[in-house]
């Protein structure tokens, strides 16, 4: 089955600065790549997803990059403030209930 | 305000006490899931449920169960089989078979 691999485990930035997330994915068929961001004691959100058919995504400070050939996948955050801090997981799936997960990046962003 | 109802929001069990997690949306969405994260890993598929009265296995369904009697619905056991229950259990769901996950807050139970 399909496996997701995520780096770094903890990232540190100061405010202002950007931040760069990567993950790879084994299984060459998945099509469909989220991100979420998780905040203390709550559950995830999505912030960004992508799809196969579609190398970049950007929504204002986020962007998402897909390298369907290596298969590997990268968020990034641009200007970061403090309350982009969080736990970021990335995921792929082929079909709905393949979606594997990361095990996450802790993101700290110091004012 | 619609979204995902996940009670309690924390519970401790003695070993060999069954705890039933309870987990409500308000989004008629169809799908409904449950995970599990421990700290460090990413999130691991305990049991999903396409439809009413219909449920399939996750990759880690042992030690648990499910019922799904009502859409709106989708409560997890977790017995006394579950060797290692301390985790934080998140349910979430979705309007069909893809695209986004809406997660509930989650629920995180302690085994003394």
């Known amino acids: 089955g399909e496996n997701v691999e995520q780096h770094p485990s903890t990232l540190s930035v100061q405010e202002g600065d950007s931040a760069v997330i990567k993950c790879t994915y084994s299984?060459?068929?998945?099509?469909?790549f989220p991100w979420y961001k998780q905040e203390l004691g709550k559950g995830p959100q999505l912030i960004i997803d992508?799809?196969?058919?579609?190398g970049e995504k950007k929504d204002q400070r986020i962007a998402v990059t897909l390298n369907k050939t290596a298969k590997h996948f990268s968020l990034h955050i641009t200007e970061t403030q403090p309350e982009d801090s969080a736990v970021y997981f990335c995921a792929a799936s082929i079909r709905d209930n393949d979606m594997r997960f990361g095990a996450g990046t802790r993101l700290t962003v110091k004012p | 305000d619609g979204g995902i109802t996940q009670s309690p929001k924390y519970l401790f069990r003695k070993e060999g006490q069954n705890v039933t997690l309870s987990c409500e949306q308000n989004l008629n969405h169809d799908a409904m899931y449950w995970y599990r994260q421990d700290p460090g890993q990413g999130l691991r598929l305990i049991y999903y449920?396409?439809?009413?009265?219909?449920?399939q296995k996750g990759d880690i369904a042992e030690g648990y169960s499910v019922s799904r009697e009502k859409k709106e619905s989708f409560p997890l056991t977790v017995t006394s089989a579950q060797k290692n229950p301390t985790a934080f259990y998140l349910c979430?769901?979705?309007?069909?078979?893809?695209?986004?996950?809406?997660f509930g807050e989650g629920s995180r139970l302690t085994v003394l």
């Open positions: 449920s396409q439809i009413v009265n219909d449920f």
């Open positions: 979430a769901s979705r309007p069909g078979n893809t695209g986004e996950l809406f």
């Open positions: 992508i799809r196969s058919n579609v």
């Open positions: 299984d060459s068929a998945s099509n469909y």
